[in-house]
């Protein structure tokens, strides 16, 4: 009886070794190199048709993209992959999680997938430095989590996004909010109103930001920063910022607060922060409060006000303020909350929107104008400018 994962395990080493490592092989010639291994492995017929296609995919994964995985990245409708070492892949798929069919059959194997993903965007993983994001080619984001910090072995989590950006009219479709909250946020965008977006892990704050994105005024110039460039925008004059961890050869890190700094000297109309999750919650207000009106970000938070308390624990990571100085920059800074949540059905949807009405008696004030309440989502006050 043929041992195919001997045979594979077999053609790989082969394919290898043939292969010219003097220039770089394009796709069709390395599937030729695979073609001509299998042919003279097999020489007595005895794999199947589908055998050989199987093979030879898996060959070509393995070697030139993502090995087990690649099957789920092909998969449109697959939105988050969860690899917990070589003991078992999850995956995320219309809402609901599912463990997936194959597994890597060592770390080995595991491991160099990681480190491939990773050394296409620059970045450096191992024991010494063993946590790095990082992003596929197809913008999704990757978290990888090596031992000593994972102990039972190497942990890879990859948020997939929708290959075309979702417009706000698409959001409209898929019931994540109605036309008159898009008609609303719409007219603030335009107006320059500082919007937060937050929610908890996977409510889609990402999409809802990018979504935003497509009210801006062309004639506008925007600088996004980004821990990983996720963020799609529509937006012409347009510049991408994104940071860096410490590698390896001992070159500095460029955290957020770096960036942030830098891009106030790049003449920005608007600055956007993919996710403000520390100090630099200082410098992104500072930057809302010295011009740059209609800058945005998301957080993670429970709840519009638990934004805000969180906002404030963020500054003081940063920098000793008193309470009542953070308070008035954050209510003279923001001027709108969407809060986003995710519901049991893998549902996406906006189910509050606060305006942040200014700093009075201690106090910032909040005044909803939508709320979702009984599965509808409904206009419960009036926008009022702010009165600090």
Do not use: C
Request: charged share 30%; glycine share 8%.
């Amino acid at each position: 009886m043929l041992d195919i994962e001997g045979l594979k395990e077999q053609l790989k080493k082969d394919v290898i070794n043939g292969l010219d490592m003097s220039r770089e092989l394009s796709d069709r010639e390395l599937l030729r190199e695979i073609d001509l291994e299998t042919a003279y492995r097999d020489k007595t017929k005895s794999l199947s048709v589908r055998e050989r296609a199987a093979i030879r995919k898996e060959l070509f994964d393995s070697l030139r993209r993502l090995d087990v995985l690649q099957e789920l990245i092909e998969d449109d409708e697959v939105t988050e992959i969860m690899v917990n070492g070589t003991s078992a892949i999850f995956y995320e798929k219309e809402g609901k999680i599912k463990l997936w069919k194959k597994n890597f059959s060592n770390r080995e194997k595991l491991e160099d997938v990681i480190q491939q993903i990773v050394s296409g965007v620059n970045r450096a993983v191992n024991t010494s430095s063993p946590i790095v994001d990082a992003r596929l080619g197809d913008g999704s984001r990757v978290n990888v989590v090596l031992p000593p910090a994972a102990p039972e072995g190497p942990v890879l989590t990859i948020r997939r996004f929708p290959k075309k950006p979702l417009s706000m009219e698409d959001l409209v479709k898929t019931g994540s909010l109605d036309g008159n909250l898009s008609a609303f946020l719409k007219d603030a965008v335009k107006r320059g109103r500082s919007i937060f977006v937050s929610g908890g892990t996977g409510s889609g704050k990402t999409t809802f930001l990018n979504a935003l994105s497509g009210f801006i005024p062309e004639e506008e110039r925007v600088i996004t920063i980004e821990d990983s460039l996720e963020l799609q925008l529509s937006v012409k004059n347009l510049v991408r910022l994104e940071t860096r961890n410490v590698l390896a050869e001992g070159s500095l890190a460029i955290t957020i607060r770096d960036l942030i700094k830098t891009a106030l000297r790049m003449r920005p109309d608007r600055i956007i922060v993919g996710e403000v999750r520390g100090p630099e919650a200082l410098d992104m207000l500072q930057a809302m409060n010295t011009g740059h009106d209609g800058s945005m970000s998301t957080g993670h938070a429970n709840s519009p006000a638990d934004m805000l308390s969180r906002i404030e624990t963020m500054v003081l990571m940063g920098k000793e303020l008193p309470l009542q100085a953070i308070r008035s920059q954050i209510g003279s800074a923001i001027d709108i909350i969407v809060h986003l949540a995710r519901f049991s059905d893998g549902s996406r949807k906006v189910v509050s929107v606060q305006e942040v009405a200014g700093y009075e008696e201690n106090e910032i004030r909040l005044h909803e104008l939508f709320a979702r309440e009984k599965g509808q989502l409904r206009a419960v006050g009036e926008y009022i400018e702010k009165r600090i």
